[in-house]
């Protein structure tokens, strides 16, 4: 099962970006079974959850991103996407989507650079 990962890039602080995922070799009931999330990485630091979001759509935050960033998903089409608003330069790192215990492959992420 491997995550693809897209969109991100480069934007000043202030900006918005969208990053989208897409889920493949997973059946649709299973995907829809999942809290899916959004994590980040920054080298040298820990994975770090940023946001999770159940089958019906409830949504979790963590206090960082929460008032700026909102996660949506398409069950129908085995996608998830992270609209990011406000950017700030901690914001900088990698985004990968997954579980949110992580149980599916690692994609390559999308960079989303912030600077100041």
């Known amino acids: 099962v491997q995550p693809v990962e897209s969109g991100g890039g480069l934007v000043q602080a202030g900006g918005s970006l969208r990053v989208s995922c897409k889920v493949s070799?997973?059946?649709?009931?299973?995907?829809?079974?999942?809290?899916m999330a959004w994590h980040r990485q920054v080298p040298g630091k820990q994975r770090e959850l940023v946001a999770t979001?159940?089958?019906?759509?409830?949504?979790n935050y963590a206090d960082s991103v929460k008032g700026r960033f909102t996660i949506s998903r398409d069950n129908a089409n085995k996608k998830i996407y992270l609209q990011m608003n406000n950017l700030k330069p901690e914001d900088t790192a990698t985004y990968y989507c997954?579980?949110?215990?992580?149980?599916?492959?690692w994609g390559q992420g999308a960079q989303v650079t912030v600077s100041s």
């Open positions: 979001i159940t089958r019906l759509s409830a949504a």
């Open positions: 997954n579980t949110d215990i992580g149980e599916l492959s």
């Open positions: 070799g997973i059946i649709t009931s299973v995907f829809n079974s999942k809290i």
